[in-house]
């Protein structure tokens, strides 16, 4: 096998900032590109060259300066997220120029990264730099962990076509449901999930009350729920909870996307209905099982290899062009994970 070629580090890279608050519609005049110089590792550190980036629906959230269980984005200074990157230099040698990583700044080309927040990829896993980047680790530990899904459930996922639902669905199947039905917003997304990503049924979001439309979808009932979303799709799930249903909770779409400066989804729940039906309400993160990614990229790469498992993404090239991808998953004109590679 060839020595692999570790290009010139530049005098200085490319970072996407914030301009300002995210309040109201978000829109590609709430960043800027700055050149800056390329960052020096310090002790413990390493230069990483980032590859592939990704956006995702809770980068918005970060961006309205509200409280949350992570750190808000700053104006003035670069975000941050998960990307896929090389070594360029490694002065404490705990790590080789050329090793593959993932780590937690994205949006820049150049980073200066902490050896414990890197974690080795072996590039023989997957067959692509951007499926390391996939959400199918929370769609998998939820479904399986928190979910507990078992032969012949049904199962609704909200925010079906996200990063998490388009493949959960999927997942879904493999790990033995009888029946899947997924919520989108728009009938063109529905059909794609319908016809390639494994629900049997959909929701569209604005055509009639979720409730309605599920006990169409589910008319024996909910058994697993996988929500992304929060808010009426929650309560209407609940209604149709069978006894003992499973609901993992990992996201709150409904307010995440909105801008509206509100950090959770606000629900009432029917607590007669969750204690009659013996309703298990969990919330899923991926922090707490920190086995859970290398355990996932196994099974998706196992999955895609053998053609049962599909990757659903946008991929946009150019840093100059992650506002824009932000912007664009806001927008909900995607459908899977929203990447950029740089």
């Known amino acids: 096998m060839p020595p692999t070629v570790v290009p010139a580090i530049p005098a200085l890279h490319r970072e996407v900032r914030l301009a300002r608050r995210g309040d109201g519609e978000l829109t590609e005049g709430h960043f800027i590109i700055a050149e800056v110089p ?9 230069l990483v060259r980032t590859r592939v980036m990704a956006v995702t629906a809770a980068m918005r959230t970060q961006m309205a300066g509200m409280r949350l269980p992570m750190a808000s984005f700053v104006a003035g200074e670069a975000l941050w997220g998960s990307a896929v990157g090389e070594v360029v230099a490694a002065p404490d040698g705990g790590f080789t120029p050329g090793e593959l990583v993932h780590h937690p700044y994205g949006w820049r080309e150049f980073a200066a990264v902490e050896e414990s927040r890197l974690r080795r990829l072996d590039p023989e896993e997957l ?3 951007a499926a390391h980047l996939s959400q199918g680790a929370t769609a998998w530990g939820a479904l399986r962990l928190a979910a507990e899904i078992r032969p012949g459930d049904t199962v609704f996922v909200t925010g079906a076509a996200g990063g998490v639902g388009s493949l959960a669905g999927q997942l879904a199947r493999r790990l033995g449901a009888g029946r899947v039905v997924g919520s989108t917003g728009s009938e063109r997304k529905a059909a794609r999930l319908r016809a390639e990503l494994g629900y049997d049924d959909t929701i569209v979001r604005g055509a009639g009350p979720i409730e309605r439309q599920l006990r169409r979808a589910a008319p024996g009932g909910v058994d697993v729920l996988l929500d992304t979303v929060g808010g009426e799709q ?4 609940l209604a149709l909870a069978r006894p003992d249903a499973r609901f993992a909770l990992v996201g709150a779409l409904s307010s995440q996307l909105g801008g509206s400066g509100v950090s959770g989804a606000p629900v009432e729940l029917d607590t007669a209905l969750v204690i009659t039906r013996r309703v298990a309400l969990r919330g899923f993160g991926l922090p707490a099982h920190p086995d859970l990614p290398q355990e996932w990229t196994k099974e998706f790469g196992q999955g895609l290899r053998e053609g049962s498992l599909v990757f659903p993404h946008a991929l946009l090239k150019g840093i100059e ?3 824009r991808a932000l912007c664009e998953l806001t927008q909900g004109r995607h459908i899977g994970a929203v990447l950029v590679e740089l």
């Open 127 to 129: 067959p692509s730099l």
């Open 38 to 46: 390329v960052p020096e590792p310090g002790p413990g550190q390493v």
């Open 321 to 323: 062009q992650a506002p």
């Open 234 to 237: 929650l309560t209407a799930a």
